[in-house]
């Protein structure tokens, strides 16, 4: 298992520079630059402006100092459309905010959605599993801009009981809507598929046998179904985890939290290069921990899976 | 009574009296009005600025950050008119190519120095030099300075900018053709002065608020990008005795109907309307829904190169999809902001300009109808001859969106021209617009400065904002000379006449700020077309 | 001691017995999920909104783009639905009649989500069986590249796509389908790494039976209830995804509409008393994905091979 653990990161480190060239190249071939802007610059101070930010340099070069950078540094650069701002404090204001309210949205989503999931699975075809059912895919199908505006509608207009947006450093009043608005598909994600997994577990012949053998049902899920039935939700967990975390822009254009959700959709469609590209390495990173550590639950789920 | 008892209730009165006069809070000085306990202005901007660096800054909500952490050499007043800033007055040489502003001695940085004329040439240099790399560096070129377009060709250094400080409280400006709106040019916050030891010693940095130097009625406190930033009372300002707000927090709302919610539920104190709601908020809330005249105008482009199509080359082709837009519609149906239909390009507003009249302008929609379906059969297009089609561009945007599906709809109705809507968010439409790669493509052109020069000069051969790429000899000639002439208005009602009449762009209203204002909130100068207010100039009312 | 004649022949028709069986196991499969009252009634809701999506602008009094200035704007809020003016459904913040817009949205969403689901799933799904089943470092290589591509941010790659090969509904599909297969194959490879491992895959790669050949016939099939239900829940997802692109300004282009432009246009409007601007589209897409869930579950319960 070390060894697969070892192997999966030694992977990990080709796998972020591709990721690299690759932003780079996306970026590079989109149209507009981060300096168009209403009145065109003098070509004097656009030439300026290029070599201060290095894009006079041609493409395998910047590629190449940027990676030194990171790599050697961490160092992603200035940004191109804050002036007064460097990748890093973009990242280190922004991370924080959607890391807190992320993971709050995944615990809640995760707590709820697995048991609403297992209920519904084992009160098959009852009302209960219809409600649960029901209220999973209520909260799944109201889109996110939706549920945002009719939430602030809600509580800070007509209820004045949380302030309709803002973060003010994470204050348990700010963090609340956000967290509600986001959890809630995902939360009716995992109900759905630990039901239909649970379904399906629990059809099996080894749950059979435990129930034949009178093991009262609390035991028969928790030591028996509840293992082989994650295995489903895990696939989708790390994932699911990773797109939570990064923040969904939406949230983030609601609540005014100051997330990088938000960050990196103004920075896409301001071409702030630098910006993109840090946004970008982090979400690779990420998304690389987490899928590992997926993959390694899996294993330790289902002795059968050898790597 | 006894004496003991009426001792005690005098001492009694007396308490109360006293307390009264402590919970009663001040009362502003001029108008004697209670005010209220806690002075603190909050309002909505729409993204997070790029920056509020004066010679960096490009945008409004930038803009109405610098106007009060710094203070140039003129101010204006609550009608626009220029009043004394750093500055208390200036003098205008014969040949009106030099100016001379008087310092006053009393003027302050944030944190002690005083405000020099050496602050201003820093600033200026600064400006033009285009290793600053500044955005707005094309406003020095404008303002005629002495060597600008040179030193931003990178021809010369920029210590040749024709800026001189004869003394610590005399700066002297040299231009290089007189303009009678000069003056009025150094309200803009490209103008205003940076202190040169923070830039030095801190670099990129130098706007953050543990360094930042300021010499305006305010210092930023704290800057949340994307979030808040919040700026308070500067006691160092040389008239803070004057300043009633004593905080100004500015919260950045993507999304406008968030806004207005969190509005009414009295988190903010300003939000724009969002486009056709202000007839029924101003029934609702008629204290709190404002809208006056806002010195931008919105029209549509039209390529004229060979790139553009062909129909779209035919002056009667132009002149009848303008006048098929019925812009009451637009304006009362669409918008209902309070915003005036535009024929004419320069704004209505604009200071010593009056809108020409223009032959389209006096008839009523049915004629207009009927004249464009005139002018489209005399051209071959339309319901009778060849099958049109255009397609209009425009940033994503609800607003811009509604307005072009309606006058899309108002071309298939009255002309049989079919139109395709395409949106493009701002970056790839700027590139799009910019460079010719379109049919029809939305604009907003606000003036730089109260005059209408500002607004016929991107029409214009040489002016790079000319997107329509419009070339004509005539309104150039005028142009050159109502920069020197004593009377322009003439000149520009001509240049006016021909683009009403050639039509490079197809003008559709006149803006207006449409916004909710807590009414608590005092002094807001309506009249200023340019909105350019200052936080230090209103106040709040206890309710 | 041989089997007499008569017994082998019996053996035989008893084989062409066990073709037959073979074939009708999709018979049984159909004969559960209509058994599935749920499903059915989903089902049904599914072909009345196809109905609706594709006939229903016959009903249609007013052209989708045709705006009435009148209600338009500030009076947007006259413009509640009422059988008289033949606005059946009110119109839009633009004064366009909504149960046309809503005919074409519905069309356009259902499209959108239908193309691309099955985009998502075949490819997906073969990638993540062909690299769960061969393991090693051909698994390895192909998880990475899934890896790599999903590190790369969706919307950034559909902005450029639909700006370099122009915005069309063609786009649309492909650029939503192709984000969508990585987490499809995620799954299907996490659910071939278990089935692989089980007694008649052995069984199969004993005999001899060609890899492509046992993840076809074997894998696959035993992947089909993850992955109907996980389609199912893609579905939704895609029109989700639509809509944030053309809440982005890529989607669908005017005087085109979807279901998501739809929605999220009425959304903005909620608090304006214009709400049935929201309810319309909002309703037909509740139901659509109502539908969706209870069919997939139904074909889940259906195909099971365990229920067998």
Known sequence: ?307 | MSIKATLLASGAAVLIGLSGAVYAQATHPVSGEALAADQTFTYRILDEFPSFDPQLAEDVSGGEIIRDLWEGLMNQDADGNLEPGVATGYTVSDDKLVYTFTLRDTAKWSNGDPVTANDFVYAWRRAADPVTASEYAWFMELMSLQNASEILAGEMAPDTLGVRAVDDLTFEVTITQPLPYFAQMTTHFTTFPTHQATIEAHGDQWTRPENIVSNGAYVLTEHIPAERSVRSRNPMYWDNENTIIETVVALVINDENQALTRYLAGELDRTEVPAGQYPRLAEEYPDEALSFPLLCSYYYNVNLTDTGPEALQDVRVRQALSMAIDRDIIVNNVLAGGQVPAYTLTHWATAGFEVPEVAAAAMTQEERNAAAVALMDEAGYGTNGAPLSVEILYNTSEAHQSVAVAIGQMWKQTLGVDSTLANQEWQTFLEARGNQNYELARAGWCGDYNEASTFIDIVTTGSGYNDSKFSNADLDALMVEAKTSDDPLPLYTQAEQIIATELPILPVYHYASVYMLNDAIQNWPVNNVQQNWYSRDIYKIAE | MFPEKAVADGLVDAAHLAEVQGRSLWKDARIRFFRNKAAVVALVCLIAICIFAFFGSALAQYERDAIDFTLSGPNAYKGAPSFETGHYFGTDADGRDLYARTVQGTRISLLVGIVGALIAVIVGTLYGAVSGYFGGRTDGLMMRTVDILMSVPYMFVLILMLVIFGKSILMLFVGIGLISWLDMARIARGQTLTIKNKEFVEAAIAIGVRPMRIILRHIVPNLAGIVVVYSTLLIPGMIITESFISFLGLGVQEPNTSLGALISRGASQMQYGVIWQLAFPLFFFIITLFAFFFVGDGLRDALDPKDR
Not at chain 1, 75 to 94: C, K
Not at chain 1, 210 to 232: C, D
């Open chain 1, 1 to 307: 298992m070390y060894s697969y653990i070892f192997r999966r990161l030694a992977v990990a480190v080709p796998t972020i520079l591709i990721l690299i060239v690759l932003s780079f190249m996306l970026m590079f071939a989109a149209p507009g630059g981060p300096f168009n802007s209403d009145r065109p610059l003098s070509p004097t101070v656009m030439a300026n402006i290029e070599a201060r930010y290095g894009l006079d340099q041609p493409y395998w070069k910047q590629m190449w100092d940027y990676t030194v950078n990171v790599v050697t540094r961490f160092d992603f650069g200035p940004s191109f459309q804050y002036r007064d701002r460097t990748v890093n404090d973009v990242i280190s204001q922004g991370f924080p905010v959607t890391l807190t309210y992320g993971f709050w949205s995944f615990v809640v989503a995760v707590i709820f959605g697995l048991a609403l999931g297992i209920m519904a699975a084992i009160r098959h075809n009852s009302w209960l599993d219809y409600l649960a059912v029901g209220i999973s895919i209520g909260a799944q199908v109201l889109p996110n801009f939706v549920m945002a505006p009719i939430l602030v509608l809600v509580f800070t207009l007509w209820l004045g009981w949380l302030p309709g947006g803002g973060w003010n450093g994470g204050q348990w009043e700010y963090v609340i809507l956000p967290v509600v608005a986001l959890s809630t598909s995902y939360m009716a994600s995992i109900a759905r598929i630990m039901r239909s997994s649970m379904l399906e577990v629990m059809n099996a012949g080894f749950i059979r046998t435990a129930r034949a053998k009178g093991l009262p049902m609390y035991r028969i899920i928790m030591r028996h179904a509840l293992k082989p039935a994650l295995l489903p939700v895990l696939s989708y967990l790390g994932p699911a985890f990773v797109s939570m975390i990064t923040g969904s822009v939406i949230i983030d254009v609601y609540f005014s939290t100051g997330g990088i959700g938000q960050f990196f959709v103004n920075s896409a469609f301001s071409r702030d290069y630098s910006v993109i590209m840090g946004i970008t390495i982090l979400v690779g990173v990420l998304t690389i921990l987490f899928n590992l550590v997926v993959d390694v639950l899996y294993a330790w789920i289902d002795p059968k899976i050898r790597y």
